[in-house]
């Protein structure tokens, strides 16, 4: 028992889950900072239509497309805040190994696709 003290201790438990919790947090500012945003550009823009709405997402900034880069990085964000919180509940609720690594999977390639989709969608228009 003596091996258990000190740096040769095995730390079971300590830390885990620390790094997805930040990182649920950061894409929760992330998301909550873009939502601000477009609602505020959707507030103070006069005669909102189709042309308006577009220009929303093809604002360029030193020639980058900073609205196409900015609304991907929050549904980026959006698939990898869910995908972690989904991870979750089939750890913590889906017993089974097989059943649960089978949910894991589908829900990370749904995701993944849900955002290549996204991803089209916003460089088509």
Not at 98 to 124: D, H, K, M, N, S
Request: glycine share 8%; with cysteine; proline share 3%.
């Amino acid at each position: 028992m003596a091996s258990n003290i000190g740096p040769k201790r095995l730390v079971v438990g300590a830390h885990y889950g620390l790094k997805e919790w930040m990182v649920q947090r950061i894409t929760a500012v992330i998301m909550a900072l873009y939502t601000i945003g477009l609602f505020l550009a959707v507030l103070f823009t006069p005669g909102l239509n189709y042309q308006k709405w577009v220009g929303f997402f093809n604002f360029e900034l030193f020639a980058f497309p900073m609205g196409k880069i900015l609304a991907l990085l929050a549904f980026f964000s959006l698939c990898y805040h869910a995908y972690i919180g989904i991870r979750d509940i089939w750890m913590d609720y889906v017993k089974p190994t097989g059943i649960r690594l089978a949910l894991q999977v589908f829900t990370a390639l749904w995701l993944l696709g849900a955002a290549g989709y996204a991803a089209e969608i916003l460089w088509r228009v």
